[in-house]
């Protein structure tokens, strides 16, 4: 079942993992915050001078509530920052939001992977309020009456989340390598500052990796429970 040893350290291993990234970069982004910019240029500023300098004219940058908020939709073609973000003139505020106008970019510029993220997006919703009771009712048939019908649906369910962690990954690093390369080119930090958000941006990165890492730990798991048969 799974609840067996082995899926407990997977579980564990991942929790530990997405618990030392998370901690490492919440103290990367205190550290960095701590870097004032030299051009005394807020998040908002930063991430308004990105979308002009990369001829976007018609996304707004805008304040929202809470922490870690921040993220581009594409819907409503506006670069979200945190209230921290949008008001801070630091290295990590300016990383932050470089990043978010990174998304926007790549929607600007019909990047592939975005395409292919916001394709898949319907599917995963689907997928993540389905996925708990399909799974959980599959392994109950399988062990109970050997039906394998709707565990191996609740693997595809499972499937899906995990390909969209995996697709997330590319979207995310070259968000961070169009933000790094634009505020390197266009001079808007003094190496100290840009060592400081790109060193920010490597930790948030990591994220994504041990999420999908622990998915596709997960899925293999399952596979491997269906494909083992009846104890």
Known sequence: MIFDPIYLVIIGVTFLLSLFVSTKLKNKFAHYSK??????????????KMLADNGIHDVKVVSVRGQLTDHYNPMTKTVNLSEVVYHERNAAAAAVAAHECGHAVQ?????TWLEMRSKMVPAVNISSNLLQWVLMGGIFLYFSSGISIVLWIGIALFAVTTAFAFVTLPVEYDASNRALAWLKDRNMVLPNEYAGAKDALKWAARTYVVAAIGSLGQLI??????MRGRD
Do not use: D, T
């Open 107 to 111: 929607h600007a510029k019909a990047y």
């Open 221 to 226: 798991y399952f596979i491997m429970l269906a």
């Open 35 to 48: 870097v004032y910019l030299s051009n005394g240029m807020s998040g908002k500023e930063i991430a308004e």
